[in-house]
């Protein structure tokens, strides 16, 4: 569906993190969001981190990281994404890089590939058309040049790069497979038929609704079984999805065990809205993008 993006609402909690444009400057000093359940270990650690970069005026800091302490230890971290946003594909890489220098990353897990494909045997040198081979990567969906960056920072480190979405061949056997009309709670389907029509314009005919919610349940069940099976002792997978794909209701953590809790990490251009806030442990604001009708050239003329 990256071709009609789903309008998936990104949100979070407490203070967001507003970041300005590549190179720019804040009209205010910058906020961070403090995670849920934020330990006096973890609270001391982004005190600490941000020193001196609450003066009014201040640039944003580069080192946005410097709260990445506080959400760990965690077996996952699942990160949402808008999927035409630079600037998210930028801070996945640089939390790749941030993992990956602390020793911390176990492994990078992509909905952009499909499960079965990983880089695991390449070294860090291999090159990036290695890298996509290993893949399998379809540049005409998910572009490597946005990409490719954050694919290449787990490379180079000499951590794998796993395939984590629902093959395509599957897809016809999880449209039929009604058994996943029963994983949500009625309200959360719901909320998953109403994300599928928007995420279309409107043009999906209702008939096809329950089978395209059962595809994307199963796309976020193959998720979450390839990060379980990357687990490391001590370190940490890092998921990066579409934001639909990480929320706590409808997407990856409904198919993890009560003893797996993930942090849950949401990018959202512009103000993030409230009202499913606490579907996220973090949340950051990154600029607005310009205004598009993604919808236009669908609509019958």
Not at 75 to 97: F, K, M, S
Not at 106 to 113: D, I, N, Q, R, T
Not at 119 to 131: D, I, M, V
Not at 160 to 167: C, E, I, K, M, R
Request: contains cysteine.
């Amino acid at each position: 569906m990256r071709a009609i993006p789903l309008l998936r609402s990104v949100l979070g909690l407490g203070r967001p993190l507003r970041l300005p444009a590549r190179g720019g400057r804040p009209e205010r000093p910058p906020l961070l969001a403090f995670p849920r359940r934020l330990g006096a270990a973890g609270l001391l650690s982004l005190t600490a981190g941000l020193a001196g970069c609450a003066s009014p005026g201040a640039p944003v800091p580069p080192a946005w990281t410097a709260a990445l302490p506080a959400l760990l230890p965690a077996d996952l971290w699942l990160w949402g994404e808008q999927h035409d946003a630079p600037e998210h594909q930028r801070l996945e890489r640089e939390a790749v890089q941030w993992l990956a220098e602390r020793g911390q990353l176990a492994a990078l897990v992509l909905e952009m590939a499909e499960h079965g494909h990983s880089t695991h045997g390449l070294p860090p040198e291999a090159s990036e058309a290695q890298a996509q081979a290993a893949l399998q990567w379809q540049n005409a969906a998910w572009p490597w040049t946005v990409y490719g960056p954050v694919v290449m920072a787990a490379v180079r480190a000499g951590v794998p790069v796993l395939g984590g979405n629902l093959p395509r061949s599957a897809m016809r056997a999880a449209m039929a497979d009604s058994r996943w009309d029963r994983h949500l709670p009625p309200p959360a389907l719901e909320d998953q038929y109403t994300a599928l029509r928007e995420g279309h314009c409107g043009l999906l005919p209702e008939a096809q609704i329950p089978a395209m919610a059962r595809i994307q349940i199963a796309r976020d069940a193959r998720l979450a079984e390839t990060a379980l099976i990357a687990r490391q002792p001590g370190r940490t997978v890092l998921l990066v999805a579409g934001a639909g794909h990480v929320r706590r209701r409808l997407g990856i953590p409904t198919h993890l065990a009560a003893d797996i809790q993930p942090k849950v990490l949401l990018a959202h251009t512009g103000k993030a809205p409230e009202a499913i806030k606490n579907e996220a442990t973090w949340m950051l604001e990154t600029p607005a993008l310009p205004p598009r009708d993604a919808c236009a050239a669908l609509r019958p003329r």
